[in-house]
């Protein structure tokens, strides 16, 4: 590859002459060659956003003129419903009318399929039976039953991973519990308060390894205490004494493979009730010699309890853990009727990890009647997040496709709707010492002869660190998607299953980087790059406008693409807003019709070997050919010529004729950080002093520079310093 310098200043003649007629060539190469397209997509199919739980003021404005057209003007096409409670550890009722399990508006609610007054709103429930303090979807949201302090209440793993609902021995869905001493402690003992039904077989173990097993699963083991093992529970709440003398720990997990069925107080006609474990309360420490067993958890209803995690948790709830949250899931007729879905088919998704499968259907059998277009289902979110294991999510999986599949069989269904991710989900080895939480989902969808029941594979796709990002990271984005996605195919994802991006943006926190126009070239690069390597449908996140959220370092940003008041009135668009016309406007013909992607390089790299130039070939159902082209460098221009090349042909072709060019780059953009931090937003800080409604605006503040020239192959074309361009025309043989 050629290493160039930058073209040099105005005032630099003399070096300018001298770097004309001695440099290498700048050029884009884009192969034409037709077997080597990398993709075909259609956009209405193909270049979409999401619309996820937001205040309920949100969904008042954003679904309304003139917020909705605002954003309708990005270009984004089809839509995806993301599904937040299962974050939360929610059950959600995705229709407020329904019925409940249990007289008294308690149990498992199923939301009425049968259309009434239109939805508008939806909301989460927070499950009373969770073993979660903390988790990654829900890092400061309630706080576990077992450590509570408080023995009337319990954790209960959920039924649906039991014999009686996946027809397999429990032992092959053992469900854990594991503790978080913050730090080391000598520990020799254990007393458990199991509720009904307790755990007839289990054994208590310590993790051996440097890492955290939550974040780091495969750098250590459990190792069971010498006497941890017990296989023949009775319940009660026994000091279980695990070895002889303490051993040091920080991490204690009780791993259970047989129930006693037992069933509590709840009704035993329901057999949820009776199947799976249950633990009112953990104790945790060592046993003196005077036989006084000394516990040296923290017992608290809030997040300073001893931490506990757990492999999955009931459903069960009553009406009052409604609670009080300003955040809603948009109501499905709200949704379908407000025109954000420019009446195409959307992504929508059904509950889970923390729902049940008749839920699920009435669900789908709702929207079914109310006749809306539905593009996939996907179920369940983030179960990689929820540490649900690969068998227990494909257990799921399979009920609720079975029962969605009884409701309509042409239902295509998906997910398992990953983190957003750089790299292979790793998980606790099992019998056979495999790690790959992917390649152990598709085997078991294998193994039990329903892969055909995986319509798409998903996952999310937030690369970097929210409070570490450098302009140098722009380099690795396109590396980044494309190692991802062979990664799922490496893992045994076929390839005849499309992979989709369902939500996606820069990090899981949004900061000022949002704001800036680094955040506009990174999001060319992720959809080019994305498409370039195969993928199918991607999601950008967030659709709607919303204020701003309080960020990395202390800093100020928004998911969305437009800017607005504490009263939702717009200010202004943002860079990713611009990127995404050109996107969606210049790029791509907008529509159903078939576009072909091309493989495109440039020969423009730094001292360092990163590409300072990407580029992105297309061929357009028009017969035009376009390129989307990323100017990565901050500081300096470059002039380019581009050359389309065929294998077995000794010409290569160029633009010839009228050209479109779009240019969006430092001369239409640029975001100035306000000295002052704004008050008075739900999610912002009230004590920072109030001197604008938004922190920082953009001036300029586009639009995109648009310009019609006619060209030749001697023609080359200027890229500003961090830009995007989209060059579009025809081509001719030179």
Not at 413 to 418: A, C, E, N, T, Y
Not at 481 to 504: A, K, L, N, Y
Request: charged share 20%; net charge negative.
């Amino acid at each position: 590859m050629n290493k160039i310098a930058p073209i040099p200043k105005w005032s630099s003649l003399l070096f300018a002459f001298f770097l004309g007629v001695f440099s290498p060539a700048q050029t884009i190469h884009v192969d034409i060659t037709p077997e080597n397209s990398t993709n075909r997509f259609r956009p209405n199919e193909t270049l979409g956003a999401g619309v996820d739980r937001i205040p309920a003021e949100a969904i008042d404005n954003d679904l309304v003129q003139p917020n909705l057209g605002r954003a309708l003007a990005s270009g984004w096409q089809p839509v995806t419903y993301r599904q937040n409670t299962e974050l939360t550890i929610e059950a959600w009722h995705w229709n407020p009318q329904g019925t409940w399990s249990e007289p008294g508006e308690k149990g498992y609610f199923t939301g009425s399929a049968i259309p009434g007054d239109p939805i508008r709103y939806s909301y989460g429930y927070s499950l009373p039976h969770r073993g979660f303090t903390r988790n990654d979807g829900t890092p400061n949201a309630g706080f576990s039953r077992m450590t509570d302090g408080d023995e009337s209440s319990y954790w209960k793993s959920n039924p649906y991973l039991t014999e009686r609902f996946t027809g397999e021995s429990d032992a092959l869905h053992p469900q854990w519990v594991i503790i978080d001493l913050a730090q080391t402690q000598p520990v020799d003992s254990i007393r458990i308060a199991w509720a009904e039904p307790y755990a007839t077989k289990f054994v208590v173990q310590h993790w051996v390894g440097v890492e955290d097993p939550m974040h780091d699963p495969i750098h250590g083991v459990w190792e069971s205490y010498p006497l941890g093992a017990v296989d023949h529970g009775r319940g009660g709440s026994d000091v279980l004494r695990l070895s002889d003398s303490p051993l040091p720990v920080r991490f204690v997990r009780i791993l259970m493979t047989a129930s006693s069925n037992t069933c509590a107080t709840q009704p035993v006609s329901d057999p949820r009730n009776c199947v799976g474990y249950a633990i009112r309360e953990l104790y945790l420490g060592t046993t003196s010699a005077d036989g006084l067993f000394h516990d040296i958890l923290r017992h608290v209803p809030d997040q300073e309890q001893t931490t506990t995690y757990c492999s999955s948790v009931d459903p069960w709830h009553e009406a009052s853990d409604l609670g009080t949250t300003k955040q809603a899931q948009v109501g499905f007729d709200v949704f379908f009727t407000s025109g954000v879905t420019r009446g195409l088919p959307a992504m929508m998704p059904v509950a889970l990890l923390y729902d049940t499968p008749e839920n699920a259907v009435a669900e789908v059998a709702y929207l079914k009647k109310r006749n809306y277009p539905i593009s996939y289902i996907e179920m369940g979110e983030e179960a990689d997040g929820q540490y649900f294991s690969p068998e227990d999510y494909g257990a799921l999986y399979l009920q609720w496709a079975t029962a969605l599949h009884r409701l309509d069989p042409a239902l295509k269904l998906g997910g398992p709707s990953f983190q957003g991710v750089n790299q292979d989900i790793q998980t606790w080895p099992d019998a056979q010492g495999n790690v790959s939480w992917t390649v152990r989902f598709i085997d078991y969808l294998k193994r039990h002869d329903r892969v055909k029941d995986l319509a798409f594979f998903s996952f999310e796709h937030y690369p970097y660190d929210p409070c570490r990002i450098p302009w140098g990271s722009l380099y690795e984005e396109p590396q980044l998607v494309s190692h991802i996605m062979q990664v799922w195919r490496e893992d045994g994802v076929p390839r005849e299953i499309p992979i989709f991006i369902t939500e996606g943006n820069l990090s899981s926190s949004a900061s000022e980087t949002y704001m800036d126009i680094f955040s506009g070239l990174w999001l060319a690069d992720y959809i080019g790059s994305f498409l370039t390597a195969g993928g199918n449908g991607v999601y950008f996140f967030h659709y709607l406008p919303l204020p701003m959220e309080h960020g990395c370092n202390d800093s100020p940003g928004t998911f969305g693409m437009l800017t607005v008041d504490r009263h939702y009135n717009v200010q202004q668009p943002l860079a990713q807003f611009f990127t995404a016309q050109l996107i969606n406007l210049e790029w791509v013909v907008p529509g159903e019709q078939q576009h072909d992607i091309f493989p495109a390089r440039s020969d423009i790299y730094d001292d360092a070997g990163h590409a300072l130039v990407t580029a992105y070939g297309l061929k357009r159902p028009d017969g035009q050919w376009s390129l989307l082209l990323v100017n990565r460098d901050q500081s300096n221009a470059y002039r380019v010529k581009i050359a389309f090349e065929q294998r077995n042909r000794e010409r290569s072709s160029s633009f010839d004729g009228p050209v479109e060019i779009s240019i969006f780059g430092k001369d239409q953009y640029r975001w100035h950080p306000a000295l002052t931090r704004p008050a008075g937003h739900a999610e912002y800080p009230a004590e920072a002093s109030v001197v604008t409604e938004t922190a920082g605006k953009a001036d300029p503040d586009g639009p995109i520079l648009h310009i019609k020239q006619t060209v030749n192959a001697a023609t080359s074309y200027e890229l500003p310093a961090a830009s995007v361009v989209v060059i579009r025309g025809s081509i001719r043989d030179r």
